[in-house]
T-cell receptor
Framework: DTGVSQDPRHKITKRGQNVTFRCDPI?????LYWYRQTLGQGPEFLTY????????KSRLLSDRFSAERPKGSFSTLEIQRTEQGDSAMYLC?????????????FGPGTRLTVL | DQQVKQNSPSLSVQEGRISILNCDYT??????FLWYKKYPAEGPTFLIS?????DKNEDGRFTVFLNKSAKHLSLHIVPSQPGDSAVYFC??????????????FGQGTILTVHP
């Protein structure tokens, strides 16, 4: 059983550069979520997909952020013109939307450092 | 506004004793609650959950209690083991509509179990 995987695990970039992260969910899961976690805080919801449709976006997701899930499989999260405030752990999670339970399974995260 | 709060940043317990982690929420629309455990450099791992139609759910050493009138839930770990040392996050979701799926997390409680 391969869980949720994320790539890269770490990314260091200079302010103003663009970065892209990838998430591969558990294969049969049709829901995919992105969260952001900063030091001392719990994960904060960014956006989620059911299959290829992006159903909700947080107000935290500025215009510099864009997420896609082509063909309802893997997902990418792109941050354009990075700022130091974007430094955080970016977590991806997936779940199966079959019941009212909402147990999401998380990947190891991508730690972004913006210099 | 912090809709899910874990007011204790840390908890220290002796091995074999009970660990009680607390969580309060403010949003009356939340109807499903989850606890996650997180080790350093890993994503959160699902531990146990409870629906708002129940007041208790048990899984081995872990029991979650829900007091809807007080908007309070707690996680009991009995007996505590050193391997339980981790950050514990409380999370909540409001099923229905376009918010189905989004988890709102508390800030986390660092549990340390001493041998």
């Amino acid at each position: 059983d391969t869980g949720v995987s994320q790539d890269p695990r770490h990314k260091i970039t200079k302010r103003g550069q663009n970065v892209t992260f990838r998430c591969d969910p558990i294969s049969e899961h049709n829901r995919l979520y992105w969260y952001r976690q900063t030091l001392g805080q719990g994960p904060e919801f960014l956006t989620y997909f059911q299959n290829e449709a992006q159903l909700e976006k947080s107000r935290l997701l500025s215009d510099r952020f864009s997420a896609e899930r082509p063909k309802g499989s893997f997902s990418t999260l792109e941050i354009q013109r990075t700022e130091q405030g974007d430094s955080a752990m970016y977590l991806c999670a997936s779940s199966l939307a079959r019941t009212r339970r909402n147990e999401q399974f998380f990947g190891p995260g991508t730690r972004l450092t913006v210099l | 506004d912090q809709q899910v709060k874990q007011n204790s940043p840390s908890l220290s317990v002796q091995e074999g004793r009970i660990s009680i982690l607390n969580c309060d929420y403010t949003n009356s629309m939340f109807d499903y609650f989850l606890w996650y455990k997180k080790y350093p450099a890993e994503g959160p791992t699902f531990l146990i959950s409870i629906s708002s139609i129940k007041d208790k759910n048990e899984d081995g050493r872990f029991t979650v209690f829900l007091n809807k009138s007080a908007k309070h839930l707690s996680l009991h770990i009995v007996p505590s083991q050193p391997g339980d040392s981790a950050v514990y996050f409380c999370a909540a979701s409001a099923n229905g509509g376009t918010s189905y799926g989004k988890l709102t997390f508390g800030q986390g409680t660092i549990l340390t179990v001493h041998p």
